[in-house]
């Protein structure tokens, strides 16, 4: 990619629709869009390409608007106006047209940009048709972060072609909270995959001792953590997905797709069964020791520790987005000391508990039932990438105490207790206690913090929803007699109290 230009050849038809695709999955709402060329280089084309792939729906009646100038679609992913220039007479009537309303609501196509004039804005990303031997060459120039995302995008249809999987089609696949991203891309071959988009984490700003965030809270920064981690899940009889082609580099894993059953009903709400079934899981999974370092291919990963520095910075999310959240106004430097020193306490009696792998994120959204399968195979695992060695009851509180979804207390009781079932004799019931409750206090302590984070740092309320039950969860750890002191600080500071909060 030149500085400010993609270039992309278009042999055909076929090619300018996957084109039109792989654009699609570029484009966010407020991006202005020109697409210019000749009479019939393929501009209405591209455009209902684009169209019908944020609509997901290759049928979708995607008409010119030559005549009525402006199309707009709302059932699309994000909403989109199609406008069709060409038979305006002066520049100024683009006014009429509305072209420059609605800025930032929308996606806007634009056929035939050159006649807005001055009008049109310099930010906009711009997508030149041209005849190129026998066939056409699509020209993108803009604004470098939209040319950004477009390169990005081309670079994963270019990581199917070599996967084999030139024409396949792509579609969005529901995320989680972090930067990566999801597709399921269904091959020439009937078989749907799922791809991972996930780049190497650049240019953090340092938060403690010169290092970001990610590096101390032990968050992956790149997808060889999660290629290490599944070949170890894999050679133990785990169900995480054969990895089918990767490009560790650019960060991207096209992966086989285990399926779409949740462990929850229509409703959201928890299947006891299924839940109980993955404290089965856990219990194998701990009950066997686990490797600190895997090879990749002649590269050694390490496994990072889930350390008492990790585990710290992660409950200070609580004390910077939470509190004054909770209580409109910021942590202090008293109520931070005394924090620390409580957390540290705890930490420190954590450490002497057991340690095993950790997959960090062990909860509904994220596994996968198959009921058509036996033993452990009848969950498949997909969020593991970062993944520690740290305390053995974080994952089961992880699970037990669902952040997504409201689990009974009748039913934590009975994920604990098969899970100590399954286990045996050998379980110190008294200290698995104990270290279950510090570690679900950790965790949504964490968690109120991370889903206030979400909604005013990254535009994302509907994580407040989760609020109330995180609450309710470290309600019922802080009732651990070993966190009489903790429960006590969060008591005294009004933290928990939900009519505090500002929008309540």
Known sequence: MAPGRIERPLAGEADTLIFGQDLARALRRGDRVGLAGDLGAGKTTL???VIRTLADDAGLEVPSPTFTLVQ???????????????RLAA??????????????????????????????????????L?????????????????????????AIRDFLAAAGHAEATRRPLAGDASPRAYETVHGGDGIARVLMDAPARRDEPPVRGGRPYSAVARIAG???????VDRLLRAAGFAAPRIDAADLDQ????????????????????????????????????????????????AAYRIPDYDRAALAIETELFLDWYVPFATGRAADEAMRATFARLWQALFERLESHERSLVLRDFHSPNLIWR????????????????????????DLASLALDARVTVPAALESAVLARYRAARGPGLDAAAHGEAYAIAAAQRNTKLLGIFVRLDRRDGKPAYLAHLPRIRAYLARALAHPALAALAAFYAEAGVLDPTTEDGA
């Open 72 to 86: 707009a679609y709302d059932e699309t992913r994000i909403p989109v106006r199609h406008f069709d220039l060409y």
């Open 47 to 49: 455009a209902r390409a």
């Open 222 to 228: 790149s997808v060889h953590a999660f290629v290490a």
């Open 130 to 154: 041209e005849q190129a031997g026998a066939g056409r060459r699509a020209v993108v120039t803009g604004p470098d972060e939209a040319l950004a995302r477009v390169a990005r995008s081309l």
């Open 371 to 394: 009921g058509d399968r036996s033993g452990h195979d009848r969950l498949g695992l997909i969020d593991f990438q970062d993944a520690v060695i740290g305390p053995a009851a974080y």
């Open 251 to 298: 960060g991207l894993l096209l992966t086989e797709h285990l399926g779409s059953e949740p462990v929850v009903d229509a409703a959201g709400r928890p299947i006891a069964a299924r839940y109980l079934a993955a404290a089965e899981l856990l219990a194998a999974l701990h009950a066997r020791p686990w490797p600190r370092t895997v090879d990749l291919d002649g």
């Open 91 to 128: 520049p100024e009537e683009i006014e009429e047209l509305g072209l420059a309303e609605a800025a930032g609501a929308t996606l806007d196509l634009v056929e035939w940009p050159e006649r807005a004039g001055v009008d049109w804005p310099g930010d906009a990303l711009m997508v030149r």
